[in-house]
């Protein structure tokens, strides 16, 4: 596979500039003088019908955009990743959530394994769970068959799974339900549960390493539920949570810990990204709802479409089109937002699952930063958790998207969040707290209870470091944080980052650093733990000094 090619130093980058100065939208207009411009633009893919008449194109602005296409290599990195090369260059990895739906006949090797083999063996393994959850082998404790499956997960192992259960409605099974757990407020799972049987209910715990902290502490107050509820009507607890939990994980040694049976644990592999994950074990709660023969079909259409997109001509290839038609808005348009409206209220939550492709926008604009310069992309929103919009905030300020396409609808309480944060924060030994982004985007609407905490740190000597890739993010922060205590900001080097932590420092008089990160040039040599390991190392050598840091 060729170097990345600079999209707006080709041909038809100059000729899409022309083009967008020259044209003048008037759907109603274009419709009048060309009757067939719904047929002509509109285009099949497997059963959908799809629609792209009314948007700002014509003919020569959609053979420019294929233009583009050809002359930064798409069909090339499209087949690199259907044949599982590490496109993922950043953590060396295939990007295969390809292979998750391919036939089992087919024959697919990555580093040495057939994957198509593996994704199939985890199949039969899910269907075999589900049918005997579905037709009442699988009992509890007191032998009674199970009616309520609760998902436990954050992320793709929550959004894509709420989103297909809603959307296949019909096809789910009477007498068996299944509810969702993903905040880490505490609420969410206290009502989740709040009129479940023990004996009646099974608990699916989403995570790939078992290490996740939202995950697992909804698992923990999950467990702490069942066992106490189960004493309350004098059942015997022994071997009952390998009865009553199963895990979608890898990591056995700590399913086991958890008390459930690593027999009754589902896996996927590294090159499954969380967001695209809903087709592989993150569905098993799928596959109990609906039936594998169901679930089996969902993944028919899945490689339809991907069948599609490797295989049809670029000028009737709908995904590359809907792609290109992103490009043509986002950089000739300046448009900030992407509405996404189903009409079927089936689909209430795909808005919320597709947030997730927000954050992916980011993360390969900035990889395309590693490869050849900043890009930007076209993103959209809509969700209605308080820290699902930081990090969207975050994501907009690092790409240039300027606006929300939709704001909060509510908020949520972050009282656990807080505890769990604070209390790994308090056991740290470093004289440094390191207040990463992710940490910032949880909280950022739920300061005050950080803000006490640190202040006590402050008081006991210790130093308090905000580091953060995205300052915006960080910027309603450290007015208040860095004021209490001797701190910095790590802006990795963007211009966007520097200018905004200059302001800050002259607005607030803070003790701001400005840090250029040595690992992010090079990014895709380093794993993400190296990467993680080397910035905290070079900010405590620039904050504390080297005799400091070597202490």
Known sequence: MRKPVDATQTPAWGKLEQLHQELAPNLREWFAQDPARAERYTYQLADLHVDLSKNLINDDVLAALLELAEQVDVAERREAMFNGEHINITENRAVLHTALRRPESDTLEVDGQNVVADVHATLAKVYAFAEEVRSGVWRGVTGK???????????????????????????????????????????????????????????????????????????RMARDWFLASLEAKGISTEGAIAKHFVAVSTALDKVAEFGIDPKNAFGFWNWVGGRYSVDSAVGTVLAVAVGPENFNHFLSGFHAVDEHFRNTEPAKNVPLLMGLLNIWYVNFFGAASHAVLPYDQHL????????????????????????????????????????????????????????????????????????????????????????????????????????????????????????????????????????????????????????????????????????????????????????????????????????????
């Open 145 to 219: 068959p199970i009616s309520t499956v609760v998902n436990i997960g954050i992320g793709g192992s929550d959004l894509g799974p709420v989103m297909v259960y809603e959307a296949l409605a019909p096809y789910r099974q009477p007498g068996l339900e299944c509810r969702f757990i993903s905040n880490i407020d505490p609420t969410d799972c206290a009502e989740t549960v709040a009129d479940l049987d023990p004996e009646t209910t099974l608990f699916i715990i989403a995570s790939k390493t078992f290490t996740t902290l939202e995950t697992l502490t909804n698992a």
């Open 348 to 551: 209430h939550r795909f808005a919320a699952y597709l947030q997730q492709h927000l954050e992916l926008t980011f993360d390969y604009s900035a990889r395309e930063v590693v490869l050849s310069g900043r890009y930007p992309y076209l993103s959209w929103w809509s969700q209605e958790k308080a820290h699902d919009v930081a990090i969207a905030e975050a994501c907009m300020a690092y790409t240039g998207v300027t606006e929300l396409a939709e704001k909060p609808l509510g908020a949520m309480s972050g009282g656990q969040r807080q505890r769990v944060l604070l209390a790994k924060v308090l056991a740290q030994q470093t004289p440094v707290l390191f207040l990463d982004e992710p940490a910032t985007g949880l909280d950022i609407i739920y300061q005050e209870e950080i803000f006490r905490f640190c202040r006590e740190l402050c008081a006991a000597g210790k130093t308090v470091v905000l580091v953060a890739h995205e300052l915006s993010l960080a910027a309603r922060f450290c007015s208040r944080l860095l004021l209490i205590g001797r701190g910095a900001l790590l802006a990795d080097g963007q211009p966007r980052e520097v200018l905004t932590a200059e302001l800050l420092t002259r607005a607030y008089g803070a003790p701001i650093k400005v840090v250029e990160n040595p690992l992010t040039k090079h990014a895709e040599v380093f794993t993400e733990a190296e990467r993680e390991a080397g910035r905290k190392a070079h900010l405590l050598q620039v904050i504390l000094g080297e005799e400091e840091a070597a202490s």
